[in-house]
């Protein structure tokens, strides 16, 4: 629900969204909390801002990123096939699910794994959702960290070299200690069953 103050400016809840959305938009980085841990994320159709993501992070065009979508109707606008069996599993499951695809689409080559494989999360957090839905395109969201170093269980464990890459950083959630833990990855194996890569 949107209610607008005397200024004009838009806020959701106890969070604005017209900064984080105007960064987004124009090719910035954000530091925001997800449905799992917190989190860089940037236009996922925009290639020059997925790159200044995977520099930040130290990320190889081979390692594979993941996206948030609103719901699974905008996922089949950036996702080849979406089984069934894992449509039924997204709307159902309880715990962050993150599905990884074979083939994406309308999206820039710098959001897939080299392979073409994509991986996808629709959150049911309510800020993860209102700011999808007033963007209105994928997101993504790679852990607040760089390299290899271990991800951020809060935003006080967040590096400094971290913030100093970002553009916007959120101001909501900074001081809840209690985040989720990273979600659930499966993909759909070759006899289409799920298979999990984590748990």
């Known amino acids: 629900m949107l209610t607008f103050t005397n200024q004009g400016t838009y806020m959701v809840q106890n969070y604005f969204l017209e900064p984080v959305v105007n960064t987004l938009e124009s090719g910035g980085l954000i530091l925001f909390p997800t449905d799992t841990i917190w989190g860089i994320g940037c236009d996922a159709t925009n290639p020059t801002a997925v790159a200044k993501l995977r520099e930040l992070r130290e990320l190889s065009p081979e390692m594979p990123l993941t996206l948030l979508a609103a719901s699974v109707g905008k996922l089949k606008e950036y996702v080849v096939f979406v089984h069934p069996r ?8 309880n715990r962050p699910l993150t599905i990884i695809y074979e083939k994406a689409k309308n999206l820039p080559s710098a959001a897939a794994a ?10 049911k957090d309510s800020f993860c959702q209102d700011l999808l839905h007033e963007f209105g395109k994928p997101i993504v969201a790679a ?4 390299g290899n170093a271990a991800y951020p269980k809060h935003f006080g464990e967040i590096s400094s070299a971290v913030i100093e890459g970002i553009d916007h950083v959120v101001k909501y959630r900074q ?14 194996g070759e006899d289409e069953e799920l298979v999990f890569i984590r748990e």
């Open 86 to 93: 894992v449509e039924t599993l997204l709307i159902f499951h």
């Open 114 to 123: 080299t392979d073409g494989s994509i991986a996808f999360r629709v959150p």
């Open 143 to 146: 852990a607040a960290c760089i």
């Open 175 to 188: 001081m809840d200690k209690d985040m989720a833990e990273p979600s659930v990855i499966a993909r759909l």
